[in-house]
Every structure is written in C-alpha cells, then in structure tokens.
C-alpha cells in the first residue's frame, strides 16, 4: 500500500514535526543574549 509508511521514516517525519514546534517555542537567539544582558 502506498499508504504504508516504514518504521524508520515514519519516525524521522515525527522528529521533524517535534524539532520545528520544539524551534517555535524557543525565542530567538539574539532575544536570549538580550535577554542575559539585562539580566
């Protein structure tokens, strides 16, 4: 079935979608130096 996704890609697809909404919560880099900087 094409349907059928394999193990292996199946969980690269969900780390994908893990890291990008993992990325979206995290502030940006230079907000995090600006950050300690006020800090």
């Known amino acids: 079935e094409r ?3 394999p193990e292996g890609q199946r969980y ?10 993992f990325s979206e919560t995290i502030p940006a880099p230079t907000g995090k130096n600006e ?5």
């Open 35 to 39: 950050a300690q900087q006020k800090s």
């Open 12 to 21: 690269s697809i969900q780390n994908t979608q893990v890291a990008f909404c």
């Open 3 to 5: 349907t059928y996704i």
